[in-house]
C-alpha cells in the first residue's frame, strides 16, 4: 500500500476537482480533493475512493476507460500537458463528463499522473453527435417514467410498456481501430436509428454507448430486431455487436405489475450484459438467475483483492501428449478460485469479470509466476523440466506491458525463456491488432514462443494467421466435440496448412481413444483433453504420471521431434519418420503407403517385429558414416530397396527418413 501523504491544503487554490494517481501501471489514486468528490456526487473524498477502491480504473466507465500512460502519449512528443474528456460514473451511477488537463508532476520527490477536471457541460451533445437533440437527461427521462406510471395507473394500465438498455459490445476497441471521430459517428447514428425506429418513446442518452428507453410492449420486440438489422449493416465490424436487455415485470396476485422505477432498468442493463459474449443473440429479458449473477459479480469484485493476496487462487495444470511417442511434453498452467463463501469457482466464472474490470492481469501475472517457479524448482532439482503454456488476456496487453511484467519474472527466478509458451485466444485477435500484434512480436524476440489458443473459435482464423506470426496453433475443442466427417476434414485441412506454414499443432478436447487414433493418423504433433487428464493441482501432477504410466519427453527428444512435425512425407512410395537410439526405434509418422504396405502390416507398429530390427542395423550405420543406408526388400514381388537417410542428430538419438525405392 502507497505511504505517501497528500494533504487537502496543498491544492487549496485550484477551484476544480484533481487527482494524483500512481505512474505504476495500477492507477492507484493516491490524493483527490474534495470539489473531485463533489464532482462525483460525494460528500467527501474518503467517500469517492472508498467507493471506486483508491482505482483510476473503477472511476470511469469501463468501456471508455483508457490508460493514463496511453492518453498522455497521444498528447505528442512536444506536449507536456494535454487535454483530457472523461466518463465518469457518479454516486447514483449516473453519467458524468469531466474535462480538464493531464499532466505528469513531481509531488514529495516522486512522478505522479495529476488530473485537473471540471464538468464538461458540452459533453451529452458531442457525444451523442446531436447538438440540441431530443434525447432527455438521465434524471428527467425518470421523472417523465414515474409519469408515465402513474397516468397508465390511472387509467387500469399496468403493462403496455418495458424497461430496454441498449448498448454496443467492443465498443471501446471500435474507437481504437477505427478512430474517435467515427466512434462518434457511431453513436450518432445508433442514436438516430433509435429515434427513427421508437419515435414515441421515452429515451436518454445515458452516456458513450449506452442508451435506456421505455418502449410499447406489444412492438418491442419486432423494433429491437429492425434495429439491430440496422446497426449491424451500418457497423460492418463483426467484433462489434448490438445487445439489447428488456425488464418484463411479472404480474402480483391482483394482477397489476410494480411501478416502474430507474433501478428496474440496470435489470435490463443486466440482461444485455448476459449475452455481451454470446454471438448468436442481439437481445434477453431478465429473470432472476441473472440478478444472481450480478450478486455473485459484485462479490468477486470486491473479494479479488483479498483472495490474490491470501492465496484462495489456485495453479492446476493440464498435460500435453505427444502423438506420436505417447509421452508428456508439456503442460498449460491454469487457475481455480477457492472462494472462501461460495466453494471452488471455474475459470468461467471469474475471468469474463476479471477482463471487463482490468484485473485480470493481476491474476494472469500470479499464475505466470507460479509456472516460473515450478520450472525453475524443477531444474534444479532434476536437472531438466517440461516447458509450460500460460495464458495472457488482451486486456493484459491494454492496461500493462506483458513483455516487461514477464520478463522481469523471467529474471527474477532465472528462467530459460524457451520453457515458457505464451497463449493468447483466437477471438482475442479479432477485437485488438496493433498493441497486441507489436507484443506478440516483442515476446518472440525476446526468445519465447507464442502460441494462438482456441483457433478455429472466430470467424477470422484466416486472416489471423495472415496478420500475426505464431509458433503453434491450439485448434478449437469445438472440432472434437462434433467429431464428424466434417470436423475430421477440417481438422485434417488445418494440420497440412499449418505444416505448409512451419506452425506447429495441438489439438484440445480430446477425450476418446478414436480421437487420438484419428490426430496421430494425421500428424498432428499434440494432444491435450480428458482422455490423458483433467487439469490438476501440481502436487497431484507426479501420482497421475505414474497411475497413468506415462514419461516425460526429454529435451533431446523435443528438439529432434519438434523438427519432424514439419517434414512432409509426399508421393506415392511408402515413406515414413523415425527416431533411432542405439537401442530402440520408434515410427513417429508414416504416409498411406507405408501404413498400406505389408510388411509394415505384419511387422505391426510395436517396432519389435524383424523388419524394424533390420531398419534400426541399417540406421546405426547410416548414422556412423553419414551415408545412406540401404536395405534389400520386395514390393508387390518385385525387388525394392529401402532407403534410410538420416535428418537431424541430437544427443544421443537421431531423426531419420525411410522410403522405398523401386529397382
Known amino acids: 500500500m502507497d505511504t505517501t501523504i497528500f494533504h487537502e491544503k496543498d491544492f487549496a487554490t485550484y477551484p476544480g476537482g484533481i487527482c494524483l494517481i500512481s505512474m505504476d501501471g495500477q492507477e492507484q489514486i493516491l490524493f483527490c480533493n474534495d470539489m473531485m468528490a463533489s464532482l462525483c456526487g460525494y460528500d467527501s473524498a474518503e467517500a469517492l475512493l472508498a467507493a471506486i477502491q483508491d482505482s483510476y480504473s473503477n472511476l470511469v466507465y469501463p468501456d471508455s476507460y483508457i490508460p493514463l500512460k496511453e492518453l498522455y502519449q497521444n498528447f505528442g512528443n512536444d506536449e507536456v500537458v494535454g487535454a483530457v474528456s472523461l466518463h465518469v460514473r457518479g454516486k447514483q451511477g449516473q453519467s458524468l463528463f469531466l ?12 512522478k505522479v499522473w495529476a488530473l485537473y477536471l471540471v464538468k464538461d457541460m458540452s459533453a451529452q451533445d458531442r457525444i451523442s453527435g446531436q447538438p440540441g437533440s431530443e434525447f432527455m437527461s438521465v434524471p428527467d427521462f425518470y421523472d417523465a417514467m414515474i409519469q408515465v406510471a402513474k397516468n397508465n395507473a390511472r387509467l387500469g394500465i399496468f403493462d403496455n410498456f418495458v424497461p430496454v438498455f441498449l448498448n454496443l459490445t467492443n465498443f471501446k476497441m471500435y474507437n481504437t481501430v477505427h478512430g474517435w471521430k467515427e466512434g462518434n459517428r457511431l453513436i450518432a447514428y445508433l442514436g438516430a436509428s433509435i429515434r427513427r425506429e421508437f419515435p414515441q418513446a421515452l429515451v436518454c442518452h445515458v452516456g458513450g454507448d449506452q442508451f435506456s428507453l421505455l418502449a410499447r410492449k406489444a412492438t418491442v420486440l419486432e423494433q429491437i430486431k429492425h434495429l439491430h438489422d440496422t446497426i449491424t449493416e451500418y457497423i460492418q465490424d463483426s467484433s462489434v455487436s448490438f ?4 425488464f418484463v415485470a411479472q404480474n402480483d396476485a391482483s394482477g397489476k ?4 422505477r430507474d433501478n428496474l432498468f440496470d435489470l435490463a442493463k443486466v440482461a444485455a450484459d448476459s449475452i455481451k459474449h454470446n454471438a448468436n443473440r442481439f437481445y434477453a429479458i431478465y429473470d432472476s438467475h441473472m440478478g444472481v449473477s450480478m450478486y455473485d459479480r459484485t462479490h468477486m469484485m470486491r473479494s479479488f483483492e483479498k483472495a490474490l493476496k491470501d492465496g484462495e487462487f489456485e495453479v492446476y495444470f493440464q498435460p500435453q501428449i505427444r502423438t506420436c511417442t505417447g509421452k508428456v511434453c508439456g503442460l498449460e498452467v491454469l487457475s481455480r478460485w477457492h472462494d472462501s463463501e461460495k466453494g471452488l469457482l471455474m475459470p468461467g466464472e471469474y475471468i469474463p469479470m476479471l477482463e471487463e474490470t482490468g484485473l485480470i492481469s493481476r491474476l494472469d501475472y500470479y499464475v505466470a509466476e507460479k509456472a516460473i517457479q515450478r ?9 531438466r523440466a517440461l516447458p509450460v503454456s500460460i495464458n495472457l488476456s488482451r486486456v493484459d496487453f491494454d492496461v500493462s506491458d506483458p513483455v516487461m511484467e514477464v520478463e522481469r ?10 520453457l515458457l509458451h505464451i497463449e493468447v485466444t483466437e477471438s482475442a485477435l479479432v477485437q485488438d491488432y496493433g498493441r497486441l500484434k507489436q507484443g506478440l512480436h516483442d515476446f518472440q524476440e525476446a526468445g519465447y514462443t507464442c502460441w494462438l489458443d482456441d483457433f478455429g473459435s472466430a470467424w477470422s482464423s484466416l486472416n489471423a494467421l495472415h496478420n500475426f506470426h505464431f509458433d503453434e496453433l491450439k485448434m478449437d475443442m469445438g472440432f472434437m466435440r462434433n467429431f464428424n466427417s466434417e470436423s475430421q476434414s477440417i481438422v485434417k485441412s488445418i494440420v497440412v496448412m499449418s505444416r505448409t506454414l512451419g506452425i506447429h499443432t495441438l489439438t484440445e478436447g480430446v477425450e476418446t481413444k478414436e480421437q487420438v487414433d484419428f490426430l496421430s ?17 501440481g502436487s497431484q501432477y507426479i501420482s497421475w504420471l505414474k497411475g497413468k504410466n506415462l514419461e516425460e519427453e526429454l529435451p533431446e527428444e523435443a528438439e529432434l521431434l519438434d523438427r519432424a512435425g514439419f517434414i512432409f512425407l ?20 508414416g504416409n498411406e503407403a507405408f501404413a498400406a504396405w505389408k510388411p509394415c502390416r505384419e511387422a505391426g507398429y510395436d517396432c519389435c517385429g524383424a523388419l524394424w530390427k533390420d531398419i534400426l542395423h541399417v540406421a546405426r550405420g547410416a548414422i556412423k558414416t553419414g551415408a545412406d543406408g540401404r536395405l534389400a526388400l520386395e514390393k508387390d514381388g518385385n525387388p525394392a530397396r529401402l532407403r534410410v537417410r538420416i535428418l537431424e542428430r541430437g544427443k544421443g538419438m537421431a531423426l531419420g527418413k525411410a522410403e522405398l525405392v523401386d529397382l
Open 99 to 110: 474535462c480538464g488537463t493531464l499532466a505528469v508532476q513531481n509531488q514529495q520527490d516522486r
Open 243 to 246: 445487445k439489447a436487455g428488456l
Open 257 to 260: 405489475t410494480y411501478n416502474f
Open 375 to 383: 520450472i525453475v524448482w524443477h531444474l534444479k532439482t532434476d536437472g
Open 409 to 418: 519474472l523471467v529474471q527474477v527466478y532465472d528462467c530459460p525463456r524457451h
Open 521 to 537: 493418423s494425421l500428424g498432428c504433433e499434440k494432444i491435450q483433453g480428458y482422455y490423458y487428464g483433467k487439469p490438476m493441482p
Open 570 to 589: 509426399d508421393g506415392d512410395a511408402p515413406a515414413a519418420l523415425f527416431l533411432f537410439t542405439v537401442e530402440t526405434i520408434r515410427v513417429i509418422r
